[in-house]
């Protein structure tokens, strides 16, 4: 039973235009909600998190949204750049040790 | 420079033979993780150690072993028993007292032949 689904395997995009990758969860207890950017043979790194008394983080040219109703989060990046192409994870933690991963995203970005 | 290195990056294994890789981190935290990644999957936790001397199995841990004798060392063993050990392992650290933000080495590629 996959608790944090990312729907979308891959995504492309125009470079200068804007990257949305959605995340939905089903476990009411995540309450920590985390995005990473990984390289192919490399480790992930982290982005940006959120807790769950917010709906919205930013960092530069990454936002993070979190709708708690629907169980949803998505990560904007704007502008995309060609540097951006790599594999996105949502991650979710319920206040425990350890976090819940998505699938992953591929985002590739044209320039 | 602090950080969390795997070793080796790039390991071949015969079938049926147990194979160690190696985690450290200079990091200073208290938490330590194995996570495995299989081509165009999520990741999947293997084990986890919150302290020394201590561990607990994580959503796949059948096939693997771990160790925490010390504080910066979190060493996994891929056995025999381990059905399909071919896959990208990545160790994670995290600070407890900072949040629930987990930090990785840069993997390691275990292929078994």
């Known amino acids: 039973d996959q608790q944090v689904k990312q729907n979308s395997p891959s995504l492309s995009v125009q470079e200068g235009r804007i990257s949305i990758l959605n995340c939905d969860y089903t476990?009411?207890?995540?309450?920590?909600f985390l995005w990473y950017k990984k390289y192919p043979a490399e480790g992930p790194t982290f982005l940006i998190s959120?807790?769950?008394?917010?709906d919205k983080n930013e960092d530069g040219r990454f936002t993070v949204f979190l709708n708690k109703s629907a169980k949803h989060l998505s990560l904007h990046i704007v502008p995309s750049q060609p540097g951006d192409s790599a594999v996105y994870f949502c991650?979710?933690?319920?206040?425990?040790?350890?976090?819940?991963f998505g699938g992953g995203t591929r985002v590739l970005v044209k320039p | 420079d602090g950080g969390i290195t795997q070793s080796p990056k790039y390991l071949f294994r015969k079938e049926g033979q147990n194979v160690t890789l190696s985690c450290e981190q200079n990091?200073?935290?208290?938490?330590m993780y194995w996570y495995r990644q299989d081509p165009g999957q999520g990741l999947r936790l293997i084990y986890y150690s919150q302290i020394v001397n201590d561990f607990q199995k994580g959503d796949i841990a059948e096939g693997y072993s771990v160790s925490r004798e010390k504080k910066e060392s979190f060493p996994l063993t891929v056995t025999s028993a381990q059905k399909n050990p071919t896959a990208f392992y990545l160790c994670?650290?995290?600070?407890?007292?900072?949040?629930?933000?987990?930090?990785f080495g840069e993997g390691s590629w275990l292929t078994v032949v």
């Open positions: 959120i807790s769950s008394i917010k």
């Open positions: 991650a979710a933690s319920d206040g425990g040790n350890k976090l819940t």
């Open positions: 990091l200073n935290h208290d938490a």
């Open positions: 994670a650290s995290r600070a407890v007292s900072s949040g629930n933000t987990i930090y």
């Open positions: 476990n009411s207890m995540f309450d920590y």
